[in-house]
């Protein structure tokens, strides 16, 4: 049997020596992979008993445990900041990127409702016409479509076939009265729009009552224009007597499913494609460094672990003795488990969400103790 490989002691890192090589350039990283290696193994019982491992294991563990940090810290601001990255170029890294919190794509999602309220939005609303035929009911909007080379159907949003605005038949017997109030209208150009007197004197509501009256005058009282519209079938009312032309609004469908998928390539559409490279270990602090050793240590206890777990009883003089595997393995296992969960409580601590109930909750215990400080009375 070859013989064990165990720690010597000391080692001296160079480039290459590290399964991906990530870190191997950081100077940082350089300085303290062998101190890694020493604190790790002294951990592990050297020199008071041999440790099955070489500088190249710990070294291994040390990078692991160094994407590992990064991985969970760029995950919690991946949850923290998706919205806000969500459709950027995946071409840039955004490590050390300050994101401020936007309403970039809250004003996208809202452009969407304002397409469908009719009050802006993202697609192109287009007009059209068609000729009136006279004694023709229905009209097939689906068929205009086609003739008119769209593909992928219409949705139409307006038609414009109706009676004209009841304000034009308002009629305020109190105009012509001789006061001059609709001749001043008239001289700003407001004659035409509302009667004079009652723009000046009588609130808007006003207005709006004397319209609805008029138009279920019209409904109640005279036949008026209409139209029922159901999956493109447009149905007039009443039959037209002569032809003419008939305005309506639409939507190109094809347009606004291009809108909804997009077609842009090299921006981010999922977690997996926002541009976080793995950390700088010059820039993680203290803190983060101290996570970073414990994790490589557990690391490399898990590691010791499986190595000694081929020789589960070593030859003595005279005797034999068990090897420490199943501790290990369940030492190591634990505190992996412990450090991750102690990592991710202080992110979630430090969550936007987080510090702003904390600034609140600041904010109302100062202003209970201020409201206990004595007020000084002033005597002039």
Do not use: H
Request: hydrophobic share 35%; net charge negative.
């Amino acid at each position: 049997m070859s013989q064990t490989i165990i720690w010597a002691g000391s080692s001296t890192f160079s480039t290459g020596q590290t399964p991906f090589g990530f870190y191997d350039s950081d100077t940082a990283f350089q300085t303290d992979a062998d101190k890694v290696a020493s604190f790790c193994a002294t951990r592990l019982g050297y020199p008071l008993m041999d440790v099955e491992l070489q500088s190249g294991s710990f070294y291994a563990c040390f990078e692991e445990a160094i994407t590992t940090y990064g991985n969970e810290v760029f995950q919690y601001k991946i949850r923290e900041n998706y919205l806000n990255l969500e459709g950027s170029s995946t071409g840039s890294s955004v490590n050390g990127v300050l994101l401020e919190p936007s309403l970039n794509r809250t004003v996208e999602i809202s452009k969407n409702y304002g397409t469908e309220a009719g009050v802006g939005g993202n697609i192109t609303k287009y007009t059209g016409s068609l000729l009136v035929t006279a004694s023709q009911q229905n009209y097939d909007l689906d068929a205009w479509a086609t003739d008119q080379g769209i593909t992928g159907s219409i949705e139409v949003r307006k038609v414009f076939y109706e009676a004209p605005p009841a304000i034009l038949r308002y009629f305020d017997p109190y105009a012509g009265t001789g006061t001059g109030i609709q001749s001043l209208m008239d001289a700003f150009d407001f004659g035409s729009f509302s009667p004079g007197v009652n723009f000046l004197l009588m609130p808007a509501s006003f207005d709006i009552l004397k319209v609805q009256a008029i138009e279920f005058n019209d409904q109640i009282r005279r036949s008026s224009y209409s139209f029922e519209l159901v999956n493109n079938q447009l149905k007039l009312f009443p039959i037209p007597t002569n032809g003419g032309r008939l305005y309506f609004e639409y939507f190109k469908v094809n347009d606004k499913k291009a809108a909804s998928i997009g077609s842009e390539r090299g921006l981010v559409t999922n977690v997996g494609e926002v541009p976080y490279n793995n950390p700088t270990y010059a820039y993680i602090n203290s803190v983060g460094r101290q996570w970073i050793f414990r994790y490589s240590l557990a690391l490399a206890k898990e590691l010791l672990g499986y190595i000694r777990g081929k020789y589960q009883t070593v030859q003595i003089p005279g005797s034999e003795t068990t090897l420490n595997q199943a501790d290990l393995l369940s030492d190591a296992r634990s505190e992996k488990e412990a450090l991750i969960t102690q990592l991710r409580e202080m992110l979630e601590q430090t969550s936007r969400q987080t510090m702003m109930e904390k600034q609140a909750m600041e904010g109302e215990n100062l202003s209970k103790t201020l409201n206990q400080v004595p007020m000084t009375i002033y005597i002039g």
